[in-house]
């Protein structure tokens, strides 16, 4: 049973960088076929992708927030990570790291099948 | 971006009725959907993929239909277990944007 753990500071502030780190246990970042992702959730709101690293290695991002996002990972912890930039108090949010999957062979069909619990990040000053 | 609007936004029900929560799409998205359920202060869960796939281990009260814009969650006969958000989310483009939720209360 893949499992996934959120961990980083609950509290940013205006202007710098959020980092989280996301270790997954159960499974490997490197297996096969898989996008870890991240995804957030605004206060009393719906649900926001903001990104992936495939188990390549290679970063896939949502455009809207394309310019202030990195996503990396370390195979050697088994762990990927977010760096958000600039942040602002839009960006208050509780961050999930999800396991993607997809179906199909088609331009899409990417699915979230294990998530974190999620870790509530407020940026204020 | 494509846009996914859910509706009812929320609605009543009793445990043993028959619930259909609608999601239609901005523009084709041809099966490239998905059906996830959220309680109070957990993740949401995947239930069904590709807009009619039943994830294993849902229940089989679940079931999702549609293609194309117009898509449909339904739960047969509503346990006391399923009151709770439910969000879709298109997979056919970048931002694989979710549906702003339907909420199912207990009437």
């Known amino acids: 049973q893949v499992q996934l753990q959120e961990s980083g500071p609950g509290l940013v502030k205006p202007s710098q960088t959020l980092s989280l780190t996301c270790t997954v246990s159960?499974?490997?970042?490197?297996?096969?076929?898989?996008?870890w992702s991240w995804i957030r959730q605004h206060p009393g709101k719906g649900l926001e992708w903001i990104g992936y690293?495939?188990?390549?290695?290679?970063?896939y991002y949502n455009l809207s927030l394309k310019s202030r996002v990195s996503i990396s990972r370390d195979t050697s912890k088994n762990h990927f990570s977010l760096s958000l930039s600039s942040v602002t108090a839009a960006d208050t949010a509780v961050y999930y790291c999800?396991?993607?999957?997809?179906?199909?062979?088609?331009?899409?069909?990417?699915?979230?099948?294990?998530w974190g619990q999620g870790t509530l990040v407020t940026v204020s000053s | 971006d494509i846009q996914m609007t859910q509706s009812p936004s929320s609605l009543s029900a009793s445990v043993g009725d028959r619930v259909t929560i609608t999601c239609r799409a901005s523009?084709?998205?041809?099966?490239?959907l998905n059906w996830y359920q959220q309680k109070p202060g957990k993740a949401p869960e995947l239930l069904i993929s590709?807009?009619?796939s039943l994830q294993s281990g849902v229940p089989s009260r679940f079931s999702g239909s549609g293609s194309g814009t117009d898509f449909t969650l339904t739960i047969t006969s509503l346990q006391p277990e399923d009151f709770a958000t439910y969000y879709c989310?298109?997979?056919?483009?970048?931002?694989?944007?979710f549906g702003g939720g339907t909420k199912v209360e207990i009437k």
């Open positions: 999800a396991r993607g999957g997809r179906y199909g062979s088609g331009r899409g069909g990417y699915y979230f099948d294990y």
């Open positions: 159960g499974g490997s970042i490197s297996s096969d076929g898989y996008y």
């Open positions: 690293i495939y188990y390549s290695g290679s970063p």
């Open positions: 523009q084709s998205i041809s099966n490239y």
């Open positions: 590709a807009a009619s």
């Open positions: 989310q298109e997979s056919y483009s970048n931002p694989f944007t």
